[in-house]
């Protein structure tokens, strides 16, 4: 049989980055010192949102190493990676990828809500952040952290503040206050500021904890 080609996945970067960049280091101190920092890197998008959210479930509590390796074996059991095809492997294949057997059990879930039509994704352009991350979160193993990250990465959307990522909350911490503990009141609050590019500004943040860009 002849190997199947793998279409590499578009890149997507935001349209708005530039203008995003120009209006945080107008209203804000810490972004007018860390953006210049980073230079022509940007928030980028790859792959299908069934994928991105595959992948998700698949890298939840094990070290990104583990969770590639997974990935790559549990992605070569499908001839595509599409809902109709999850649908079809079995479980036993499954879990010899190394998967859970909760995390098949999501991986099915997830499959069911694209392959019914439950998620809405043709419409998710139209639809405000708080919308699509309600049906997001709708799906086993998809919680409020990777709905967020969904919007920011894959959907790209540019007002997002995942107030329950640790990254954050440390990086508001030592770039605002000194070190000190910050609560979610005093983010939100210091996220006033960077409206409406939360997500940009977010992103800012997490380089100052580390320099390589997080491919979602």
């Known amino acids: 049989m002849a190997a199947t080609k793998i279409k590499a996945p578009e890149i997507a970067t935001p349209a708005y980055w530039d203008e995003a960049c120009k209006h945080l280091i107008r209203k804000d101190r810490v972004m007018k010192r860390l953006i210049p920092q ?39 059991l499908p001839r595509a990676m599409t809902p109709p095809n999850v649908l079809k492997l079995k479980v ?15 991986l099915v879930d997830l499959a069911l809500h694209f392959d019914s039509g439950a998620v809405h994704v043709g419409s998710w352009e139209g639809m405000d952040d708080e919308a699509i991350i309600g049906e997001l979160v709708a799906i086993r193993g998809i919680g409020r952290w990777t709905a ?9 959307r540019p007002n997002v503040l995942p107030l329950d990522d640790v990254g954050l909350i440390n990086g508001i911490s030592r770039n605002y206050f000194s070190g000190e503990a910050v609560s979610r009141s005093d983010a939100r609050e210091v996220a006033a500021a960077w409206a409406p590019y939360r997500s940009v500004a977010t992103w800012y943040i997490w380089r100052s904890l580390d320099p390589e860009p997080v491919a979602y």
């Open 38 to 76: 980073f230079g022509d890197a940007c928030l980028q998008s790859r792959g299908d949102a069934f994928t991105t959210l595959a992948r998700s479930i698949v890298g939840q509590q094990i070290s990104v190493k583990a969770a590639q390796t997974v990935w790559d074996r549990f992605a070569g």
């Open 92 to 106: 036993d294949d499954m879990r010899a990828a190394g998967l859970s057997a909760r995390k098949v059990e999501y």
């Open 148 to 156: 967020e990250m969904f919007l920011i990465f894959h959907l790209l």
